[in-house]
C-alpha cells in the first residue's frame, strides 16, 4: 500500500515569521536537505511554490516526507546551527565539502632547548604554533629548510634527555645537538628567535641580524661561527627565492578563496599567506553543487570551513559573499576583525589570479582524470551486466603467520575512493590463519546491519581470493537474505603476477582479461587499495602487540610499568638502548628489576 502524499500545508500555517533552521526528511527517515532561513515560514514556503522552482529542487520536494524546525534568536545563531547539522547528517541536497580534517601546523615546543615539530589537533597554550599549512607537504616542506638553516632541533624529548653523543642529523648538518652540549642555550635561542622571526615573515629582521652576527663573529676572529652564519645566510636566499609569491607587508595573515566553474563542475582553491608568505593551495570539489551560483557555493564553503576552526584576520574572495551574518560570526569567534573582501589591490589580484588559474588546472585534470575512471566503469559494466553500477565495496585479509589478523573493506562509488567510507575489522576468536573464517567474519559484520535496513547498498562486492573465499561470501550473503547482491572473486593468477588475475563468479565461470582491459585495470585499483588499507592496519596491530608482549614476558613489569617505561623513554627501541641506570630512573623501576629487564631486553 502505497503511502498518502505529503500535505505541507498544515505545518506551513504553523510556521512563525522567525529566524531559524529547517530539515526534509524523505519517508525513510533519512534528511533530505538542512537550510536556514531569516523567517521561516517564508522560506520553507518557497519550496512548495509551483513556479520558479529547479529540476533539482523539485526532485528533492517530491521525496519529502516530513519537516521539522528549530527557532533560533537570531540569523547568526541559525547559520551556526545550520553548519553544525550540514556536517553531522550530510544531507543528500546540500552542497557538501567532504574533506574536514584538521589543518597541519609547525610548533615550537615549550623546552628549554624547544623542538621544531609537525602538528595536528588542539593546540596547546606552553607551544608556540605557526600556520596553519594547506597540506602536510607544505608543513613538511617549511619544516626541513628550518631545519637546514637553523638547526633546530627536531627529536622526541625522550630521545633528546638520553642521548651520550650526537646523532646523524647533527653529522649531516642538520641539528646542533644541543642534547650533548654542542651549543650554548644562548645560542640555541638565538636560532630560535630567528625562526620565529622567518615563520611570522619578518625576512629582513633576520637577516640583518644574521649579517650583524657573523661580522660580529669575524671581527672577533671566530671564523668558524662566521662561516656557519655566512652559511645560514646563504640558505636564507635560497628559501627566499623559492617563495615566488611574497606580501610587501610583514605580517600579512590571509586566505584567498577562488571558485570555478567549469561544464557543470565546480572547485574551491584555498591559498594560504602566513606572514606575508605563500604557505601553499589546496583544492576541494564540493559535492552537491549543481545549479547553484558560485556566490552561494563560496557562503557553503566558508561556513563549512572555518565556523568553529581556525581563521586568518583577510579572507580575499573572486566574488561578492552575499552573507553579512558570516563576517559578523567568523570576528565573533577570533575575538578580532575578520574581513570578507574581494581583490582590489595588485598585490591581492596576483594572489587571487593564482589561485583562480589552480581552481581551472584543478577541474581540468579532475575532468581528465574522471574520463579514464567513466571508461573504466563502463567496461567494467558491461562485463558484469550492471548497467547502473556506481558504488563497489572490496575486502581483503592481512596477517601475518596467523598473527594480528585484520580485515579490510574499501568503497569506490562515484568514479572515486571514498576512504572516509573504509573501515578495517578485529578478527577474533577463529583459528590462526585461517582467511575463510577470516572473510566470514568481516562480511556478516560488514552487512548484518545492512540486512537490517541501514547502510549504503553496493552494487558490486569484490572478494580478493579464489572460490574458496568467494563461496564463503555466497554463504554469508544467503544467510543475511543478501543473495541478490552481486559477488565477484578476485585471485592471483598462477605466478602472482600483476595483470594475470583470474575474475571467479558465483556460478563458477572464470576468465581472465587482458592486461589493458579498463575493467581489470579498475578492478586492480580497487583491490590494490583494499590490500593497502589491510596491511598498514594489521602492521601497526603487530607491532602494538609485540611490544605489549615483549615488555609484558618480564617478570615484575606489569601494565603500570610497562605504561611508564614507553612515556618515559618513547617506544620500545629506547627502551632496548637504554642503559640500567637509564632504566632505573623510570618511576617504579628499581635497580634490581631495572638489570632484569635490561637483560632480558638484550
Known sequence: MNPEPFDPKPILASLPLLPGVYRYYDSKGNVLYVGKAKQLKKRVSSYFQKTNISPRIRLMVSHIARIETTVTSSEAEALLLENNLIKSLKPRYNILFRDDKSYPYLVLTGHKFPRLTYFRGTPNKQHQYFGPYPNSQA???????????FRIRTCED?????????????????CTAPCVNLISAEDYQADIRNTVSLLKGRHQEVEQALRDAMEHAAETQHYEQAAVLRDQLRDLHVVQQKQFVESTGSATDADIVAVVQLDGNVCVNLAMVRGGRHLGDKSFFPEHAVELTISEVLEAFIAQHYLNSSVPPLLILNTECGDETLEQLLSEQTGQTVRLVQATTNERKQWLEMASRNALLALQQRAMQQGGQQLRLDTLRELVGIPDLQRIECFDISHTMGEATQASCVVYENLEMRSAQYR????????????????RQALTRRYE?????????????LIDGGLGQLHIAMEVMNELGLNDLALVGVAKGAERKVGMEQ????????????????????????RDEAHRFAITGHRAKRGKARVTSSLSDISGVGDKRRRNLLAHFGGLREVQQAS?????????????????????LH
Do not use: W
Request: proline share 4%; aromatic share 4%.
Open 139 to 149: 608543513a613538511k616542506e617549511s619544516s626541513q629548510l628550518l631545519q637546514k638553516i
Open 158 to 174: 625522550s630521545v633528546f634527555t638520553n642521548r651520550t653523543r650526537p646523532c646523524l642529523l647533527h653529522q649531516i648538518h642538520r
Open 424 to 439: 578495517r575489522y578485529n578478527i577474533h576468536d577463529i583459528t590462526a590463519g585461517d582467511d575463510y573464517a577470516a572473510m
Open 449 to 461: 546491519k545492512l540486512a537490517a535496513g541501514e547502510g549504503s547498498r553496493p552494487d558490486l562486492i
Open 503 to 526: 575474475l571467479i563468479f558465483p556460478d563458477g565461470a572464470a576468465i581472465r582479461l587482458s592486461s589493458d582491459n579498463p575493467a581489470l585495470h579498475l578492478i586492480q585499483q580497487v
Open 580 to 600: 640500567v641506570e637509564q632504566l632505573s630512573q623510570v618511576e617504579g623501576i628499581s635497580k634490581a628489576l631495572a638489570e632484569i629487564i635490561y637483560q632480558q
